[in-house]
C-alpha cells in the first residue's frame, strides 16, 4: 500500500511541480489550500488543479473566519508588532494551515506532510514546529529546500511530468496575502537601497494620490475586539475586508522594513496591513482610555514576548497560552468607540469614549472652577513619593555635596 502524504497547495508553479516530485519520492499526494482571506484566490480552480497534476484528493477549505476570530484576535489584543512594525501577516496563518493538514493526515491515514517554504525563510519553522507539535510522529518533505532547482530546471520538469506552466512574464516578486495583509519581497526589493516600485504595492494607493479630503470613521470595540464600522455591526472577517478597501484607498498600512528572520540573516520586507494599522491605533487608544496605569505599563512586556512566540513559530507552547490568559483577561475592560482620521497614509484617534469602563474623569482633569481634585494632597503625596531617594541622599551627599566637600 502506497503511503500518503499531504501537501499544503497553493495552486502555483513551486507546489503544482511538488506533486509529481513526492510521487515520484513513492508517495500518493492529498493536496490541500485553505482560505485566509487572499486576493483573487480562486478555489474550485485550485482544488481541481491539483487533482490534474496528479493529487489523489484535493481539499479547498474556507477558513477565513477561523482564520480571524482565532488567529488575527490574538494579534489585536496583544497590539502584536513585530519589532515595531510588522502586524505578522504571514506568521498567523501557518499554525492555521498546519492544524487542518494534520487533521486531513489523520482522517486518510497520511504518514507526512509536505510544504513548499525555502530553506532561508521563517515559514519553514512555522510549518515544521506547529507539525512537530500537533502530531510528531508525522514525517516532513519539503520539495523546494530539497531539490535546489533553478527556474529553468523547475519549468522543464514540470513540462516533463504535464505540470501546466504559468504563460507570460512572472512576477519578479515573492507575495504572500491574507485577510491580515500583504507581504511581499525579492526581486528590486532585494537592495535595499531600491526604493519600491508602485508595482511593489497592492493594496494601498500611493498616500500622495490618496483623497484630499479626510475619512473619519467611528470603531467600536467590544472585549478589546472591534466589532462595528460607524455603529453597523459586522463579523471581524468582514470588518476587516471592509477596513481594508477604505483605509487602502486612503493610502494608509504601507510598511518598508528590514527585518531580522529567525535564521539569523536581514531581509528587506515591503508589507501593506491597511485594516491592521487602523485597528492596532484604535485598539492602542481604547486602551489608554480604559486599562488602569499599572496593567496599561506593564502589558507591552507581555505584548513583545507574545509578538515574538508568534514570529518565532512558538504559538503551540505553554508560555504562549499563559500569557494570552494575561492579555485576555486585560480585554475585559476594553469596551468603547474611537474615532479614527483616515487621511493620506495616516490612521490617528481624534476622539474616544467609553460609557461603561472609561477611567477618564473630566471632574479630575480639568483646570476650571469644576476641579474636584484635592490640591492640598499633592505636596503630603510628593513628599512620600521622594522619601526614599530624599533619605538615601541625606546619608551619603551622592549629589548634594557642598563644593569645599567635593
Given at each position: 500500500m502506497t503511503d500518503k502524504i499531504v501537501l499544503a497547495y497553493s495552486g502555483g508553479l513551486d507546489t503544482s511541480v511538488a506533486i509529481p516530485w513526492l510521487q515520484d519520492k513513492g508517495y500518493d499526494v492529498i493536496a490541500a489550500c485553505l482560505n485566509v482571506g487572499q486576493p483573487n484566490a480562486d478555489m474550485d480552480f485550485i482544488q481541481k488543479k491539483a487533482k490534474q497534476v496528479g493529487a489523489i484528493e484535493s481539499y479547498a477549505i474556507d477558513a477565513q473566519d477561523e482564520f480571524a476570530d482565532e488567529y488575527?484576535?490574538?494579534?489585536?489584543?496583544?497590539?502584536a508588532l513585530y519589532e515595531g512594525d510588522y502586524p505578522l501577516v504571514s506568521a498567523l496563518s501557518r499554525p492555521l494551515i498546519i492544524k487542518h493538514l494534520v487533521e486531513i493526515a489523520h482522517q486518510h491515514d497520511a504518514v507526512a506532510i509536505a510544504h513548499g517554504s525555502t530553506g532561508k525563510g521563517n515559514d519553514q519553522v512555522r510549518?515544521?514546529?506547529?507539525?512537530?507539535?500537533?502530531?510528531?510522529?508525522?514525517?516532513?518533505?519539503?520539495?523546494?529546500?530539497?531539490?535546489?532547482?533553478?527556474?529553468?530546471?523547475?519549468?522543464?520538469?514540470?513540462?516533463?511530468?504535464?505540470?501546466?506552466?504559468?504563460?507570460?512574464?512572472?512576477?519578479?516578486?515573492?507575495?504572500?496575502?491574507?485577510?491580515?495583509?500583504?507581504?511581499?519581497?525579492?526581486?528590486?526589493?532585494?537592495?535595499?537601497?531600491?526604493?519600491?516600485?508602485?508595482?511593489?504595492?497592492?493594496?494601498?494607493?500611493?498616500?500622495?494620490?490618496?483623497?484630499?479630503?479626510?475619512?473619519f470613521i467611528d470603531l467600536t470595540f467590544e472585549k478589546g475586539i472591534p466589532v462595528a464600522i460607524d455603529g453597523n455591526k459586522l463579523k471581524l472577517s468582514d470588518l476587516i475586508k471592509s477596513l481594508n478597501k477604505l483605509a487602502g484607498e486612503n493610502g494608509i498600512g504601507r510598511i518598508d522594513k528590514i527585518e531580522n528572520r529567525m535564521v539569523g540573516i536581514k531581509s528587506r520586507e515591503v508589507y501593506e496591513a491597511p485594516a491592521a494599522a487602523v485597528i492596532m491605533a484604535a485598539h492602542h487608544e481604547m486602551?489608554?482610555?480604559?486599562?488602569?496605569?499599572?496593567?496599561?505599563?506593564?502589558?507591552?512586556?507581555?505584548e513583545q514576548q507574545l509578538t515574538n512566540m508568534i514570529y518565532e513559530a512558538k504559538w503551540i507552547t505553554p508560555l504562549f497560552d499563559s500569557l494570552m490568559a494575561f492579555i485576555d483577561d486585560t480585554q475585559k475592560v476594553v469596551n468603547g468607540v474611537v474615532k479614527m482620521k483616515l487621511y493620506k497614509g495616516s490612521a490617528?484617534?481624534?476622539?474616544?469614549?467609553?460609557?461603561?469602563?472609561?477611567?477618564?474623569?473630566?471632574?479630575?482633569?480639568?483646570?476650571t472652577s469644576a476641579d474636584t481634585f484635592d490640591q492640598e494632597a499633592a505636596a503630603g503625596f510628593i513628599k512620600l513619593w521622594t522619601l526614599p531617594a530624599t533619605v538615601y541622599e541625606e546619608v551619603n551627599h551622592v549629589h548634594s555635596k557642598k563644593p569645599e566637600d567635593k
Open positions: 488575527v484576535t490574538p494579534v489585536i489584543k496583544a497590539n510549518f515544521e514546529a506547529a507539525i512537530h507539535a500537533l502530531d510528531p510522529q508525522l514525517k516532513i518533505e519539503d520539495p523546494i529546500r530539497d531539490f535546489h532547482w533553478s527556474r529553468e530546471e523547475e519549468i522543464d520538469y514540470a513540462k516533463e511530468h504535464n505540470v501546466p506552466v504559468p504563460i507570460g512574464k512572472k512576477s519578479p516578486y515573492s507575495i504572500d496575502a491574507n485577510l491580515w495583509g500583504r507581504a511581499n519581497e525579492a526581486g528590486i526589493l532585494e537592495n535595499p537601497w531600491n526604493q519600491a516600485p508602485d508595482d511593489a504595492w497592492g493594496m494601498t494607493v500611493a498616500p500622495e494620490e490618496a483623497p484630499d479630503k479626510p475619512t486602551e489608554n482610555l480604559t486599562l488602569e496605569r499599572d496593567v496599561a505599563h506593564y502589558k507591552p512586556l507581555i490617528v484617534p481624534v476622539a474616544r469614549k467609553s460609557d461603561t469602563n472609561s477611567l477618564y474623569d473630566e471632574n479630575l482633569a480639568t483646570y
